[in-house]
């Protein structure tokens, strides 16, 4: 190393050795006994205040054995209607031939009105095409035709309630069905 780099070395060491001493802090040392006097004294805990807890009161709960308001309400079955006697269809009256057939099995094709009185034109499930008034019968639960409009036919079945009575149901077969 020449003379010049080694002075120039000497001279930046000598900088740096007079500058460490403004880095420290006169403060340091009064700062390091108070930390080990709070280290050997470290005083009370302060005290949180908490707020105050309310008494505990039970309550009676008397709507257990109530539905709960979060499920569904099942409908009430209504119990069957027990009918009538009266209602009971003529079993001794010639049946229809399409009587023979349940009201699912026939089909409208359509209607037609001829001096003033509708007829409806019902085919059964051989293909047959029938053509009835009303009065006329059919279904397998006793329909009698009560109307006949242009689009349906509204009928009025009797069937038995299961127990022992007989109840009326209105009912209907419409074009397109």
Do not use: K
């Not at 900088?15 to 280290?39: K, S, T, V």
């Not at 009971?88 to 009105?113: I, K, S």
């Amino acid at each position: 190393m020449s003379h010049a780099n080694r002075l120039s070395a000497a001279l930046v060491a000598a900088l740096l050795l007079l500058g460490l001493p403004g880095c420290a802090d006169p403060q340091i040392g009064m700062l390091d006994r108070e930390l080990a006097e709070i280290r050997s004294n470290p005083g009370a805990t302060p005290r949180v205040e908490l707020p105050d807890i309310p008494d505990y009161e039970a309550l009676s709960y008397d709507e257990a054995d109530r539905r709960s308001p979060f499920i569904a309400r099942m409908p009430e079955t209504e119990p069957p209607p027990r009918g009538s006697e009266e209602l009971a269809p003529d079993l001794t009256r010639p049946r229809e031939p399409l009587e023979a057939f349940g009201l699912g099995q026939l089909d409208l094709v359509g209607t037609l009105t001829s001096g003033g009185q509708p007829s409806a034109l019902v085919r059964a499930p051989s293909g047959t095409v029938h053509r009835l008034r009303v009065g006329n019968h059919m279904g397998s639960d006793f329909g009698r035709i009560v109307s006949i409009t242009s689009s349906s036919v509204q009928l009025v079945e009797v069937v038995p309630t299961g127990r022992g009575g007989w109840i009326e149901r209105t009912t209907q077969l419409t074009l397109n069905d």
